[in-house]
């Protein structure tokens, strides 16, 4: 069964980075395409940022010019560099592979 696993989340201030990662174990995982998601209490999980196995990668408005994604397929690994940081940004972020959840790295963005 696949597993992912999300970490790097933390406090930052607004107009600060950070760097989260995901790591899918028990899968081949350069045949899959990956993605971030986040949520904060009371709402749906939002979109935010997609890197398939091949074209291009795609994000959510609100994170365009701020954050890239991207994959390091000898590492099983992909990340999120999220840069000039909002409040609005606080969120728990989440790794998903079709049919895989992680359970989330928590984001804080506050001064």
């Known amino acids: 069964q696949v597993q992912v696993v999300e970490s790097g989340g933390g406090l930052a201030q607004p107009g600060g980075s950070l760097k989260l990662s995901c790591v899918a174990s028990?899968?081949?995982?350069?045949?899959?395409?990956m993605y971030w998601y986040r949520q904060v209490p009371g709402k749906g999980r939002e979109f935010v940022a997609a890197?398939?196995?091949?074209?291009?990668?795609n994000y959510a408005d609100s994170v365009k010019g701020r954050f890239t994604i991207s994959r390091a397929n000898t590492k099983n690994t992909v990340y999120l560099q999220m840069n000039n940081l909002k409040p609005e940004d606080t969120a728990v972020y989440y790794c998903y592979t079709p049919n895989t959840w992680g359970r989330g790295t928590q984001v804080t963005v506050s001064s």
């Open positions: 890197i398939p196995v091949s074209g291009s990668t």
């Open positions: 028990r899968t081949i995982f350069s045949s899959r395409d």
